[in-house]
Nanobody, 124 residues
């Protein structure tokens, strides 16, 4: 059974940092590209970032470029999202997703599994 379990969310002040984690199980993690998406209250899902299966290629939504960094540790079956210089607009539930592909490009558009999410609230 494929499982994706996010953690690391919480309350953070504007300008602060958070590191989200997503632990994967039930499949060979290193065979799949992965993504982070978020959903703000009352809004649709927004793609945030993707990384290819070997961790060498990543992609970012424009509003998070230079502030967020996606990474993965295939030995630990874990996906990360380092969030720096957070803004009020970054508030939302963050989900990790598995792509049916190995490429970050496809992962930005397509997925087959998604975790339960972790809440990030940016507030002073």
């Amino acid at each position: 059974e494929v499982q994706l379990v996010e953690s690391g969310g919480g309350l953070v002040q504007p300008g602060g940092s958070l590191r989200l984690s997503c632990v994967a199980s039930g499949f060979i993690f290193g065979d799949y590209a992965m993504s982070w998406v978020r959903q703000a209250p009352g809004k649709e899902f927004q793609w945030v970032s993707s990384i290819n299966s070997n961790g060498l290629i990543d992609r970012y939504e424009d509003s998070v470029k230079g502030r967020f960094t996606i990474s993965r540790d295939n030995a630990k079956n874990t996906l990360y999202l380092q969030m720096n210089s957070v803004q009020h607009e970054d508030t939302g539930v963050y989900y990790c997703r598995r792509s049916p592909s190995t490429t970050a490009y496809v992962a930005s558009m397509d997925y087959d599994y998604r975790g339960q999410g972790t809440q990030v609230t940016v507030s002073s």
